[in-house]
């Protein structure tokens, strides 16, 4: 083939050399604006197994490249006076400029063409100026050629929060290092790493907002620099900062980071394929790894499908299928790590060896067993400060000396104490008769409570007949109810040592319709009872019963309700109550604009949509015991324009905090089946998050929480306090007991009766680790590990 690359750097350089090894035939073209051997910027970083792809792709290149590189293991986090060091990261720093000449040189000894000082204007001339069969479009971020042919690429393009600079110095850090600093203004923080032998890269960012309050719009480069100088002198030791941006006037050096998207990566002209590469394509922040990774490995992949496939339409359509898929996942991960640094404040009221824990997991890559397989040491020192402040917290006597997993610490709320952070999630079960539970849910309920968890959840208890979603749900609104209640509670109380919660709640717009496997969300086929909600509605269009809007009578009632069942809640000897007003029911009906369309003091701003709900749970705390805790479900994301969004979900959780709530259980979604959620593992996990750290109240985490390394992660950096597990505990009633074993944790106390079961899971973990290393040559430990990486 004639190959054209329009941009010399280094997803170009690396995919022409490539493809120049796999066939000298082919004649390459790189077209490059800047100068031979020239190049901006300071150093960029590879992992371990970035390099470890390089020297499968081309050893010679891999070897040039790691004979300039400045490796390091560890990670220092400087945050309020004090130093956090974990090991075992495994990265290497090099110099942008060292790279692309390493890539030049190896271009220029396969026989690649490099035409240097030349600016590509029009790309269609290019390419029929060399004949080109095959056209990569390797012009960076701000690429000329993807904005030409947009409609075929489709991009996203979105400006970030922060202002940051890239800046060098010549102190030289034997870590990579973040250095958190609050000014008047508010945070700013450094990324810090040494790429070669007396240099590293200094970049400094912070919102925009703290950027302009702290005057830097205005100041010129020089002054800018002596700001940065002056703020992290401490880490300088006497060194000065410099800038490699002369050709940027004033604050134009400090710039916003473009997150980029395409949904397709190929345009076609006729039949010459123009192939977006490297930063044209996609981009991902710096706090994770660098678009250098990105375009090199970019390169690898399009290279292997050219030589696995005879045409260029299949090689290409293989390209974009599985490099896709890697490039959402990077850039997924590095969406939560940009968001991190954005929201910095956020976390600053944590103690130092928290807010570092929170720091290194930010992205969701990296795991509390990934951190322990790079650092034990780290991690088995983070455990016992954290059990130590968690049993101080929790009134109990001092925590044991050997680490605790974060998720077996306990949790005091009111005067209620959970011995761990693992609860069961209220999940339907369509098993009542006329609202009586019966030996179904002591089953159901018993078994999960003696399965090692702190505390199950009923599932959604209706308040009247009609506030149910279909006849089989139960109710706590006749005698009959309470009693039958009560001797589930009295079963928990008995033969285990974990509490009993009890949400109550009332269907609203979604209530009358079958058992789900006799149809979700379809109306029952005779005996309907009528509906109301906030305003008149059609929960499945055309299908459903129309609610009607509710009147002062029936909020009247409807709050009359929920107290006696509160109070029956009581009676029954609940340890904790929680009011759902998530998901498209009654309450939440108030909550979201979809489905508020009230013109009354009920209706419009959020406040006002919220005024209903809050009546109601004052109400109900006036009549619970105040030693006993309360807590909200949220829907804390709509999912849908124009409905409830994660900022709204921090206002709401500040309302309800101030209407007494102890802790919000954060959901997400199910109010409108026009509603389009992204899942992922712990996918709800970020709206905890922020509910926690902004508005400041307890929050349990919800949805796809699967397995220890999930909740340990969860709960030491912070992002909730709690963590709510469901269908895993359908599956196996015992699974919180089931993770402390398949992690090691000897410290929980199985009943009796489960002995022989837990002798022969541990029998079959060890069996499961002696022939996974068998197999792969790892040490049993390692495996463990493995396992629980993925």
């Given at each position: 083939m004639n190959i054209v690359c329009i941009g010399g750097g280094p997803a170009g350089l690396y995919f022409s050399l490539l493809m120049k090894k796999q066939d000298p035939a082919h004649q390459i073209t790189v077209v490059e604006r800047n100068r031979p051997y020239d190049t901006f910027g300071w150093g960029v970083v590879f992992s371990d197994q970035t390099l470890g792809n390089l020297m499968n792709a081309d050893e010679a290149t891999a070897r040039a490249i790691?004979?300039?590189?400045?490796?390091?293991?560890?990670?220092?986090?400087?945050?309020?006076?004090?130093?956090?060091?974990?090991?075992?990261?495994?990265?290497?720093?090099?110099?942008?400029?060292?790279?692309?000449?390493?890539?030049?040189?190896?271009?220029?000894?396969?026989?690649?063409?490099?035409?240097?000082?030349?600016?590509?204007?029009?790309?269609?001339?290019?390419?029929?100026?060399?004949?080109?069969?095959?056209?990569?479009?390797?012009?960076?971020?701000?690429?000329?050629?993807?904005?030409?042919?947009?409609?075929?690429?489709?991009?996203?393009?979105?400006?970030?929060?922060?202002?940051?600079?890239?800046?060098?110095?010549?102190?030289?850090?034997?870590?990579?290092?973040?250095?958190?600093?609050?000014?008047?203004?508010?945070?700013?923080?450094?990324?810090?790493?040494?790429?070669?032998?007396?240099?590293?890269?200094?970049?400094?960012?912070?919102?925009?907002?703290?950027?302009?309050?702290?005057?830097?719009?205005?100041?010129?480069?020089?002054?800018?620099?002596?700001?940065?100088?002056?703020?992290?002198?401490?880490?300088?030791?006497?060194?000065?900062?410099?800038?490699?941006?002369?050709?940027?006037?004033?604050?134009?050096?400090?710039?916003?980071?473009?997150?980029?998207?395409?949904?397709?990566?190929?345009?076609?002209?006729?039949?010459?394929?123009?192939?977006?590469?490297?930063?044209?394509?996609?981009?991902?922040?710096?706090?994770?790894?660098?678009?250098?990774?990105?375009?090199?490995?970019?390169?690898?992949?399009?290279?292997?499908?050219?030589?696995?496939?005879?045409?260029?339409?299949?090689?290409?359509?293989?390209?974009?299928?599985?490099?896709?898929?890697?490039?959402?996942?990077?850039?997924?991960?590095?969406?939560?790590?940009?968001?991190?640094?954005?929201?910095?404040?956020?976390?600053?009221?944590?103690?130092?060896?928290?807010?570092?824990?929170?720091?290194?997991?930010?992205?969701?890559?990296?795991?509390?067993?990934?951190?322990?397989?790079?650092?034990?040491?780290?991690?088995?020192?983070?455990?016992?400060?954290?059990?130590?402040?968690?049993?101080?917290?929790?009134?109990?006597?001092?925590?044991?000396?050997?680490?605790?997993?974060?998720?077996?610490?306990?949790?005091?709320?009111?005067?209620?104490?959970?011995?761990?952070?693992?609860?069961?999630?209220?999940?339907?079960?369509?098993?009542?008769?006329?609202?009586?539970?019966?030996?179904?849910?002591?089953?159901?309920?018993?078994?999960?409570?003696?399965?090692?968890?702190?505390?199950?959840?009923?599932?959604?208890?209706?308040?009247?007949?009609?506030a149910r979603i279909t006849p089989a749900c139960p109710g706590m609104y006749a005698p009959e109810h309470t009693q039958a209640w009560k001797r589930i509670v009295d079963f928990v109380h008995q033969h285990s040592d974990a509490k009993i919660a009890l949400q109550l709640g009332h269907a609203g717009a979604k209530g009358s319709t079958r058992a789900m496997w006799d149809g979700i969300d379809q109306p029952l086929d005779k005996d309907n009872w009528p509906l109301v909600s906030a305003s008149p509605q059609q929960y499945l269009a055309g299908v459903s019963q129309t609610a009607r809007a509710m009147t002062v009578a029936d909020m009247d009632r409807i709050e009359a309700d929920f107290v006696r069942a509160t109070q029956a809640a009581d009676a029954a000897g609940f340890d904790w109550v929680e009011l759902h007003c998530a998901h498209g029911y009654l309450l939440s009906s108030f909550i979201s604009p979809l489905t508020n369309e009230r013109g009354d003091e009920f209706g419009g701003s959020l406040e006002n949509r919220c005024r209903y709900p809050l009546r109601v749970f004052a109400a109900m705390r006036a009549a619970w015991p105040r030693h006993k805790p309360m807590s909200v479900r949220i829907s804390a994301h709509d999912w849908v324009e124009g409905g409830v969004t994660p900022d709204d979900a921090v206002q709401i959780a500040r309302l309800f905090k101030a209407a007494g709530a102890d802790m919000i259980d954060c959901s997400s979604g199910q109010v409108s089946k026009l509603e389009k959620p992204v899942y992922g593992r712990m996918f709800q996990t970020p709206f905890a998050d922020r509910i926690r750290n902004e508005a400041g109240i307890g929050a349990i985490a919800v949805g796809s929480i699967f397995e220890a390394d999930h909740a340990n992660g969860i709960i030491a950096a912070g992002r909730a306090d709690l963590c709510a597990v469901g269908r895993p505990h359908l599956a196996n009633p015992a699974w919180t007991l089931a993770e402390a074993a398949r992690i090691g944790y000897s410290g929980v106390a199985w009943p009796k009766q489960y002995l022989p079961a837990k002798q022969q899971l541990e029998r079959n973990l060890e069996r499961e680790r002696q022939l996974a290393a068998a197999s792969t040559g790892l040490t049993p430990q390692q495996v463990a590990a493995k396992l629980l990486e993925g």
């Open positions: 790691q004979e300039s590189f400045n490796h390091w293991d560890d990670i220092d986090v400087y945050f309020k006076d004090a130093k956090v060091t974990s090991g075992g990261h495994g990265f290497c720093g090099i110099g942008r400029k060292r790279v692309l000449n390493i890539l030049q040189q190896r271009c220029e000894e396969l026989g690649v063409s490099l035409v240097f000082e030349t600016e590509v204007l029009d790309d269609q001339e290019i390419a029929a100026r060399y004949g080109a069969d095959l056209v990569i479009a390797s012009d960076g971020l701000n690429s000329r050629i993807r904005t030409r042919y947009a409609a075929s690429y489709l991009p996203q393009i979105e400006a970030r929060q922060c202002r940051f600079v890239w800046l060098g110095t010549r102190k030289k850090f034997d870590a990579f290092t973040f250095s958190f600093k609050q000014t008047e203004h508010g945070w700013f923080q450094a990324h810090i790493y040494q790429y070669d032998g007396d240099t590293s890269t200094f970049i400094v960012e912070t919102p925009e907002s703290v950027w302009r309050a702290a005057g830097l719009e205005e100041m010129s480069q020089e002054e800018s620099v002596a700001f940065c100088e002056k703020l992290f002198a401490d880490q300088l030791d006497g060194h000065g900062l410099m800038s490699n941006s002369a050709h940027l006037r004033g604050s134009a050096m400090w710039i916003k980071f473009p997150r980029i998207v395409c949904d397709k990566w190929v345009h076609w002209n006729g039949e010459v394929p123009v192939v977006l590469m490297g930063d044209a394509a996609h981009s991902a922040h710096y706090s994770i790894g660098s678009g250098t990774k990105l375009a090199l490995e970019d390169a690898i992949e399009l290279a292997r499908c050219f030589g696995e496939h005879d045409d260029a339409a299949t090689a290409l359509a293989a390209y974009q299928s599985v490099r896709a898929v890697e490039v959402i996942k990077l850039q997924s991960a590095a969406l939560n790590s940009m968001e991190w640094f954005e929201n910095v404040e956020r976390y600053t009221a944590m103690e130092a060896p928290q807010f570092a824990y929170s720091m290194l997991t930010r992205s969701q890559r990296l795991s509390h067993e990934n951190l322990r397989l790079r650092d034990a040491g780290y991690v088995a020192d983070y455990e016992r400060w954290f059990a130590a402040r968690s049993f101080a917290q929790a009134g109990l006597q001092a925590a044991p000396a050997q680490p605790v997993p974060p998720m077996f610490t306990p949790f005091k709320v009111r005067d209620v104490v959970l011995k761990n952070r693992i609860v069961v999630s209220p999940m339907a079960q369509y098993s009542a008769v006329d609202g009586v539970v019966g030996d179904y849910h002591l089953a159901h309920l018993g078994a999960r409570a003696m399965g090692g968890a702190a505390m199950v959840f009923a599932e959604m208890t209706c308040v009247s007949a009609d």
